[in-house]
């Protein structure tokens, strides 16, 4: 007498090997991702949130104005020329959310008529927020734009 062939304990041997082999895929990717927050300092910015909101509605009622020039490879950052006057002081960063190493910071220094040009022709491709903080006379201002710099 020929017995048959019974696929059923094949196909459980299968599919437990298969869930085996998913499962210890899964635990080597998750264990091997690289996890870095887009910023260290994430819960102390958040506390500043508002002050941040309060910063760049004054920037706005200024009319304080940040642009990008694709063509010209540069952003230009037009301030009031009367809160030149007073003490001032400001940074301008380049944030690059998915490379947090790139990030840059440079010196807000206007000129007398309240411009200043920055260079971003050297920046890698790929999109970034640039955030102008300046204050002047007791109050803080701030601008945000993302631009993306195109390949060379």
């Known amino acids: 007498m020929k017995t048959k062939f019974n696929p059923w304990p094949l196909g459980i041997v299968s599919a437990f090997v298969l ?3 998913g499962m210890a895929s899964v635990v080597v990717i998750a264990s ?3 996890e870095h927050l887009v910023n260290g300092n994430y819960y102390e ?11 760049a509605a004054r ?12 063509a010209g490879g540069k952003v230009v950052i037009a301030l009031p020329a009367a809160q030149l006057s007073e003490k001032f002081s400001g940074t301008v960063e380049f944030y690059r959310p998915s490379a947090p190493e790139l990030d840059r910071e440079s010196l807000l ?13 050297k920046l890698a491709a790929g999109l970034w ?7 002047t006379g007791g109050e803080d ?8 710099v195109a390949g060379k």
């Open 45 to 55: 910015q958040e506390l500043k949130f508002q002050g941040q909101i309060d910063a």
């Open 141 to 148: 201002y701030f601008l945000e734009q993302k631009i993306t």
């Open 19 to 21: 869930f085996f082999i």
């Open 32 to 34: 091997t991702h690289r």
């Open 129 to 135: 927020q640039v955030r102008v903080k300046w204050n």
């Open 109 to 121: 220094e206007p000129k007398a008529d309240g411009t200043q040009d920055v260079n971003v022709s």
């Open 59 to 70: 920037a706005k009622k200024s009319g304080a104005t940040l642009v990008y020039d694709a």
